[in-house]
């Protein structure tokens, strides 16, 4: 199998493609949308997301050292895109993008009520890295959508149809493949595999 050499460069596809909420001191709220986000550690919970310091609510996540990560899906793809190509220094994106500011439990900033997830983060580390700001993040609350629960009291995030971020382009999320630890599983008796 041939393989070219490319310059280095971030090839790590796919991506969540989420909404940013955040504020500033005075209580000015804005939208942005990150696909340099990801999990950093489980305990205790932490995430990060990378963003260029031109971006206008970068300003507002620094002065507070809160944000709120907003889980997107196919319904919320537009809004998605739309707040990630627009500035909150020309529009008002709540308004804009059709979406609405539910106050947060543990942060100033809002989370997005058509959001099925919202993971509310207070900055632990800033790491200045080039072109992007790292926001290192302790998530101190996260909120469901209840339409996603089943009788016992599961969270389906599948149900809600979360999209992702590939080269320029969202993608739906196709059929599961497998569940984690599926390979090394025992076969159930009495099941036939072909």
């Known amino acids: 199998m041939e393989k070219q050499e490319w310059k280095p460069g971030n090839m790590l596809y796919p991506l969540p493609a989420v909404m940013v909420s ?40 620094q002065e507070t050292g809160e944000f709120v990560v907003n889980l997107t899906t196919e319904a919320l793809v537009r809004a998605a895109d739309l707040c990630g190509v627009k500035s909150g220094r020309d529009v008002d994106k709540w308004k804009e993008a059709g979406l609405t500011p539910v106050p947060a439990r543990r942060v100033k900033a809002p989370l997005i009520g058509e959001s099925p997830v ?38 389906h995030l599948d149900l809600a149809k979360p999209v992702c971020y ?22 159930k008796a009495g099941r036939k595999h072909s």
Do not use: Q
Not at 27 to 56: D, F, Q
Not at 122 to 147: N, P, Q, T, Y
């Open 22 to 61: 955040c504020a500033d001191a005075e209580g000015k709220t804005n939208i942005l949308t990150v696909a340099w986000t990801g999990t950093v550690c489980t305990n205790p919970p932490m995430l990060s997301i990378s963003v260029r310091p031109e971006r206008y609510s970068c300003h507002m996540i």
């Open 166 to 187: 590939s080269h320029g382009t969202y993608f739906s999320l196709g059929r599961e493949t497998g569940k984690f630890g599926f390979s090394v599983a025992k076969k």
């Open 118 to 155: 919202n993971l509310e983060c207070r900055v632990e580390k800033e790491l200045a890295l080039g072109s992007h700001i790292m926001f290192v993040a302790r998530v101190v609350s996260v909120s469901v959508d209840e339409a996603y629960m089943d009788e016992k009291g599961s969270f």
